[in-house]
């Protein structure tokens, strides 16, 4: 992993409606990943983690709305793009070739009526239009094989696959023109265990070899631990935590964060009794006041109630940045 940052958010904020009524999904988000890295984001549902991905690759859906911050790419030579300002042609050749997403669901993502190799060799001849169709499937087919499908599998359509060969498709299409980002919104939610960590075992043998930069988003901590590099916890819309994968699992600074890991039961080591977290995630049109994790919070005082902390790092220890009370 390089020093190098790859893309950067400053100040991010999106909205849901634009009246007096407009709900806050994100909050003042900053976040950046280096080149070369994994980088998890967690949290439960209504956190704001698929509104982040939308919004960083320009696909939020009306009522979505950014209404602040900045968004930059920054290419290996130096020059730095304005996500949020590129127009529409722009944006077309901006995805795909330098950012993908690969969403949650490849059942919903994937065209039911098109083969693996239609829509592997679509991205190819929208965006590489010099190659000839021999050239395209030839690539399709290799994309295929990085990803651990046989190359006869081009001809099938994606209700023929299982799920995780669906998924692997979406990953190899994501993959088509070797982007320096990916970012990954929940793609094993819907899939066991077991394939699970096949495809988290492939990715990152995938990442190693291509060395592209990873945004990994799911509700799981715990397979986050296994293989990113840094990790930012989101609540309520904004992150409240942000460290090493290593140093938010041995020591959790956030209350929400040292919640997350012990919602999940050990695989090793002595029994213990799973805690959990009390209470839903508030609903973004009736936040609380102060930290919005403060009514579920074991350890919430006096000034959690009236004041949002601040991200920031603690105040014994550089190197990850918390957004809690108890740390200032």
Request: net charge neutral; proline share 7%; hydrophobic share 40%.
């Amino acid at each position: 992993m390089s020093a190098e940052p790859v893309l950067t958010i400053s100040g991010l904020n999106v909205d849901y409606g634009t009246d007096a009524h407009a709900v806050h999904a994100l909050r003042d988000i900053d976040l950046t990943l280096h080149r070369g890295e994994v980088l998890g984001l967690a949290g439960e549902s209504g956190s704001g983690k698929s509104t982040l991905a939308y919004a960083v690759t320009r696909l939020l859906s009306p009522p979505g709305v950014i209404t602040g911050g900045a968004v930059h790419y920054h290419r290996p030579g130096g020059d730095r793009v304005d996500i949020l300002s590129l127009e529409a042609d722009q944006l077309r050749a901006f995805r795909w070739q330098e950012l993908s997403i690969v969403f949650q669901g490849a059942m919903n993502s994937l065209n039911p009526v098109h083969t693996v190799h239609s829509q592997l060799t679509d991205v190819l001849a929208a965006h590489r239009p010099e190659l000839r169709k021999r050239q395209r499937t030839s690539r399709a087919q290799e994309l295929l094989s990085l990803v651990g499908i046989s190359a006869d599998r081009l001809a099938a359509y994606p209700h023929q696959l299982s799920g995780g060969m669906r998924q692997r498709v979406m990953i190899a299409m994501a993959l088509a023109l070797e982007p320096e980002i990916v970012i990954m919104d929940e793609p094993t939610t819907a899939l066991d265990v077991v394939m699970q960590r096949q495809i988290l075992r492939r990715l990152v043998r995938l990442r190693e070899q291509l060395n592209f930069s990873v945004v990994f988003i799911t509700h799981d901590i715990s397979l986050l631990i296994e293989f990113s590099d840094r990790i930012a916890i989101m609540y309520g819309g904004r992150i409240v935590e942000e460290a090493g994968a290593a140093e938010i699992y041995r020591d959790p600074r956030h209350p929400y964060s040292d919640g997350l890991l012990h919602s999940f039961p050990a695989l090793h080591g002595p029994r213990r009794e799973l805690t959990g977290i009390p209470g839903s995630p508030p609903h973004l049109s009736a936040m609380p006041t102060g930290c919005a994790f403060h009514p579920r919070c074991g350890k919430a005082f006096e000034p959690c109630a009236g004041q949002v902390p601040v991200l920031a790092p603690p105040t014994d220890g550089p190197g990850r940045a918390v957004a809690c009370h108890l740390h200032t």
